[in-house]
């Protein structure tokens, strides 16, 4: 072994015009490609979170309705064993309960409905179809 580094030659480190051309071609092609992953994830993310935002509306109504249930229930059964009547005000409590649920997922869709209207005024209208009526 030297210790002159005699695999050192005058030209090492250095790369001429044409294959200096071609790295930064396939560097701008790489570039490129990568801007289209990054824009492609930007749009998956956001259909993500509104899907996410979907699932927890539905969440949100499926609870109020089962709470409804459950906490007219709980009232008709606790009634029922104060005054001796056990089944006729818990069935009578659930009832107006599941009517209690019921109420508040109306009153959530209508919420709802209220806040997309302004986005599906602002979407293009579809044209019609003439030849239907033939």
Not at 88 to 96: A, G, K, S
């Given at each position: 072994?030297?210790?002159?580094?005699?695999?050192?030659?005058?030209?090492?480190?250095?790369?001429?015009?044409?294959?200096?051309?071609?790295?930064?071609r396939r560097s701008e092609g790489i570039g490129k490609r990568l801007d289209e992953v990054k824009s492609r994830q930007v749009a998956?993310?956001?259909?993500d979170n509104a899907?996410?935002?979907a699932y927890g509306q539905a969440f949100k109504i499926a609870a109020e309705l089962i709470a409804g249930l459950v906490f007219g229930g709980a009232?008709?059964?606790?009634?029922?064993?104060?005054?001796g009547t056990l089944p006729?005000?818990?069935?009578?409590?659930?009832?107006?309960g599941?009517?209690?649920g019921l109420l508040n997922v109306i009153r959530g869709a209508r919420?709802?409905?209220?806040?997309?209207e302004p986005l599906q005024r602002a979407s293009p209208s579809v044209a019609d179809d003439e030849d239907d009526e033939k």
């Open positions: 072994m030297s210790d002159q580094g005699d695999d050192l030659g005058p030209g090492r480190g250095q790369i001429s015009p044409e294959e200096r051309a071609a790295l930064k998956g993310r956001s259909h899907r996410g935002a009232v008709g059964w606790f009634l029922d064993k104060q005054f006729f005000l818990l069935v009578l409590f659930v009832m107006i599941f009517a209690a919420q709802a409905q209220a806040a997309a």
